[in-house]
């Protein structure tokens, strides 16, 4: 098992574009989070999908924010119109119902620098 | 609500020496669950140790163990024999109420132990 992936794991872009961010999680997890981090600070969720079913989003990803998981495997996060507080870390994190304890399982994250 | 403190900031210790690091919680609810995750400069969150609300015992995970006191709603983790290796960030967190299995963290303590 290869764990979760998080692609790319830098991005640099400019303020107003577009980005996109890939996570592949662990094969058989049916549960995936994206979580935000800044500098200094711990993870903030923004949202959670279960298999394809995007269940719950934070009041932290605005309209600007879109999330899918089309075929309940690997997800995408867009940002639309960057900004520059926008600039974080950006963690996919997957689990499976049922788990022994509930860990959820990181990728190593992808950052985000808006110039 | 529930609630996640680290007060810590920053914490030093000196290699092969054993460290405590705080952490407090809030919540309502009478089953939960708290974990500890180690975040290295690389930015991957590599999880500890777990320690549910019903569990009788402290866990312990190799170096690793949680002093959990219920009653003071703490759940501080001892790293004994410090190595260098183990200079990082660390979060607490508790899962969060419902059923996506979501985790809510602290805002982290960075630890630098020195040779």
């Known amino acids: 098992d290869t764990g979760v992936s998080q692609d790319p794991r830098h991005k640099i872009t400019k303020r107003g574009q577009n980005v996109t961010f890939r996570c592949d999680p662990i094969?058989?997890?049916?549960?995936l989070y994206w979580y935000r981090q800044t500098l200094g600070q711990g993870p903030e969720f923004l949202t959670y999908?279960?298999?394809?079913?995007?269940?719950?989003k934070s009041r932290l990803l605005s309209d600007r924010f879109s999330a899918e998981r089309p075929k309940g495997s690997f997800s995408t996060l867009e940002i639309q119109r960057t900004e520059q507080g926008d600039s974080a870390m950006y963690l996919c994190?997957?689990?499976?119902?049922?788990?022994?304890?509930?860990?959820?399982?990181f990728g190593e994250g992808s950052r985000l620098t808006v110039l | 609500a529930q609630k996640i403190t680290q007060t810590q900031p920053g914490m030093f210790v000196q290699e092969k020496e054993a460290v405590t690091l705080d952490c407090t919680y809030d919540t309502s609810d009478q089953s939960y669950g708290l974990f500890w995750y180690k975040q290295p400069s690389s930015g991957e969150m590599i999880f500890l140790i777990y320690q549910g609300s019903y569990d009788e015992q402290n866990a312990t995970e190799g170096r690793y163990s949680l002093n959990f006191q219920k009653a003071r709603k703490s759940a501080n983790l001892v790293i004994s024999a410090s190595q260098l290796g183990d200079s990082a960030m660390y979060f607490c967190?508790?899962?969060?109420?419902?059923?996506?299995?979501?985790?809510?963290f602290g805002q982290g303590t960075t630890l630098q132990v020195k040779p």
């Open positions: 999908f279960q298999n394809e079913a995007q269940l719950e």
């Open positions: 967190a508790m899962r969060a109420a419902g059923n996506t299995g979501k985790l809510i």
């Open positions: 094969s058989e997890h049916n549960r």
């Open positions: 994190a997957s689990s499976q119902t049922g788990g022994s304890t509930g860990e959820l399982f």
